[in-house]
């Protein structure tokens, strides 16, 4: 997953961004549960055990490294497994300065699931459970994958929705803080927040329009049959259709995020494929709880997702 619609960084004392619905559902009717991202702040130290049987703590290895890049992933994520060429590439160039360490947060997840996930996607960091989700708790994102780094002085310094995109970027903001010069002070996060208040503001009129041929009325988009593209439906519990449900629609490249209609429908023209679909946010008075996500197919054209009316 990169980051939505604009590649703009925010050089702040804080950010905002919405928490992943596995921990935590933002109500689209309220922007003050969005929670700050403690840039500039201390990160607290922890300590996890590999999938080599290695102890991580983060306060040792910043007794020897400049930095500390902290991946937050899942095994169910075709966007986390294509970052990992460029996480290959990173750790390479840069392993004398900057330690690397991947957690893996989600409750379902083992031990087990993650060592085989290390083998399978060819992953040279370290890579761990956070049980319980416990370090992840201290920096909410956005969703899978999520990236920070703690500088030398043991603040974080940088903040990533999303998938990193250009390695080469990245590696100037590494440069940065690893420099013989650096003296802390460094701020860099993404605009996940502000994209997201557009989205809530604008209560997505352009992402319809968008997803409906230009000569037809937005209603009818929901209309058109799956052959025209993925036809997503978020119901509640009791069957009801759910409006203004956001909903994430990931390619490993690339993510869209758009609203549910009246009917509790989006359509995305897309061609049959491997998608990641995930509730990302729900209306007031809703909680992403249930059949949230999914992986596609080509044979799966019609998505239902079913959130929990509280």
Not at 94 to 114: C, N, Q
Not at 120 to 137: C, N
Not at 274 to 283: E, F, I, S
């Amino acid at each position: 997953m990169k980051k939505i619609a604009i590649a703009a960084i925010l050089a702040a004392t804080l950010c905002t961004a919405p928490v992943f619905a596995s921990a935590q559902t933002v109500s689209a009717a309220d922007e003050t549960n969005i929670p700050a991202i403690p840039m500039g702040e201390k990160h607290p130290d922890f300590t996890v055990t590999t999938t080599d049987g290695e102890k991580f703590t983060l306060s040792e290895t910043l007794k020897d490294k400049d930095a500390v890049v902290i991946n937050y992933f899942m095994q169910q994520c075709g966007a986390c497994e294509g970052e990992i060429p460029a996480f290959n590439a990173l750790l390479n160039e840069y392993s004398d300065k900057v330690a690397f360490i991947g957690l893996d947060p989600a409750p379902d997840d083992t031990a087990e699931d993650i060592a085989r996930v290390k083998a399978d996607w060819s992953a040279d960091m370290p890579m761990a459970i956070d049980d319980g989700g416990k370090v992840a708790k201290f920096t909410p994102f956005a969703g899978f994958p999520c990236t920070i780094v703690v500088d030398k002085l043991g603040e974080i310094v940088f903040y990533q929705d999303y998938s990193i995109g250009d390695e080469k970027a990245f590696g100037k903001v590494l440069d940065t803080i690893t420099a013989d010069s650096y003296q802390g002070g460094f701020k860099e996060c993404n605009q996940f927040d502000v994209i997201m208040q557009q989205y809530l503001a604008e209560m997505g009129n352009a992402s319809a329009a968008e997803s409906a041929p230009a000569e037809a009325p937005a209603e009818q988009a929901a209309e058109a049959p799956a052959a025209d593209g993925y036809k997503i439906t978020v119901k509640d519990q009791n069957g009801d259709p759910v409006k203004d449900a956001y909903v994430n629609f990931c390619a490993e490249d690339k993510c869209r995020m758009e609203h549910t209609d009246e009917n509790g429908q989006i359509l995305i023209k897309e061609e049959p494929g491997k998608y990641h679909v995930q509730v990302l946010v729900v209306p007031e008075g809703y909680t992403a709880e249930g059949n949230t996500e999914l992986y596609t197919d080509a044979n799966t054209m019609e998505i239902n997702l079913t959130v929990t009316k509280n």
